[in-house]
């Protein structure tokens, strides 16, 4: 468990695999909306959450991070998430296409 993780409170604890869940429903909606509106959409459930403040949600190539705009390469794209759960900025990500 992070030192990160540590930190947080016991409800907070319960709120944090939030963070995955988010992740892993993108991954289902992959290259079924333009990815602005997959991203867009992941910082909207984010948002019904008060306790969570987003500082990014990102869907990139996984070699070079650049953010991708469209669907065009199916491979090596992942989403990246960095997000506060209170004070205690926590960060995961997901292969998106392998």
Request: glycine share 4%; aromatic share 8%; proline share 4%.
């Amino acid at each position: 468990m992070s030192s990160r993780n540590m930190r947080l409170t016991i409800g907070e604890r319960q709120m944090a695999p939030i963070i995955y869940d988010v992740l892993c429903r993108m991954k289902s909606r992959a290259g079924t909306m333009p990815a602005k509106d997959l991203q867009k959409w992941a910082i909207k459930q984010f948002i019904q959450h008060p306790e969570f403040r987003v500082e990014y949600i990102e869907i990139v190539d996984k070699e070079t991070l650049s953010p991708l705009e469209t669907w065009k390469k199916k491979k090596n794209v992942i989403a990246l998430a960095a997000v506060f759960l209170g004070d205690i900025r926590l960060i995961d990500n997901i292969e998106l296409f392998l």
